[in-house]
């Protein structure tokens, strides 16, 4: 039916990097495990998650430079504020031909170096996704506490919410992801591509500490940072 095949699409959504899509066989495993507790890598919903640890951690009217140590001038200048709203003027690198080729060809991923050695900075204010902009807000985290990006996570949001959570940053740690939709050419997609950080998680998992951050378990600052809505320019 059409119901089924909807929730089937949106169950399958976070498994669908640089134009992977599930088959019919792959829904019917999707709908013979509704209701189980399945753990898929989220990608980009991990921002929001970025974005709390960066209010429990800096001022965001601070430059990123305050932060990260070594980057170029116009980059230093950034403001997380505008990094995390995306109203950087930074580009992003997911329209790069030769960034999708290697993720299509499952090389190994490009340093942070590369990436922010390509990076060219607009004009801010106007809404530009830029996975650029929180792969600096990941450093500034990193950086500023001295842990990977998961633990900084772990301390900061998820064990404060309850969250559970795992890493995903290489290719051995598919190995928690049980989807019956994952299959081995998806196992073979290095996490590392994934530049501005993410982990692995039951979905309904992170939708219920996104909720707890939103009603004000992180602090009723955070949970009003949250309700702040932004024109997006398209």
């Known amino acids: ?15 669908e990097p640089f134009g992977w899509r599930a088959g019919p066989a792959q829904r019917r495993r999707v709908r013979h495990s509704q209701g189980m ?11 929001v998650y970025t974005a709390l640890a960066a209010l429990a951690s800096f001022d965001l009217d601070d430059d990123v430079g305050a932060y990260v140590s070594q980057l170029r001038p116009d980059l230093a200048a950034l403001s997380l504020r505008d990094l995390l709203t995306h109203r950087s003027g930074l580009n992003d690198y997911a329209g790069w031909p030769d960034y999708r080729a290697a993720v299509e060809a499952r090389e190994e991923p490009w340093s942070h170096e590369h990436i922010l050695e390509r990076a060219e900075v607009g004009v801010p204010g106007e809404f ?10 990941r450093q500034a985290l990193e950086q500023a506490h001295g842990k990977p990006y998961f633990e900084v996570l772990a301390e900061r949001v998820f ?21 019956p939709a994952i299959d081995a050419g998806l196992r073979s997609y290095h996490p590392g591509w994934v530049y501005p950080g993410t982990f692995a998680a039951d979905p309904h998992e992170v939708a219920r500490g996104l909720a707890l951050a939103v ?3 992180l602090g009723e600052a955070t949970a009003r940072a949250l309700r702040v809505t932004f024109d997006v320019d398209i």
């Open 128 to 137: 530009r996704y830029s996975n650029i902009g929180f792969l600096l807000v």
């Open 215 to 217: 009603s004000g378990a």
């Open 37 to 47: 507790s399945l753990t898929v890598p989220v990608y980009s919903i991990a921002k």
């Open 1 to 15: 039916p059409l119901d089924h095949g909807c929730r089937d699409r949106q169950a399958l959504r976070p498994l």
């Open 159 to 179: 064990e404060p919410l309850g969250v559970q959570a795992h890493p995903f940053a290489s290719l051995s740690d598919w190995r928690r992801c049980d989807h």
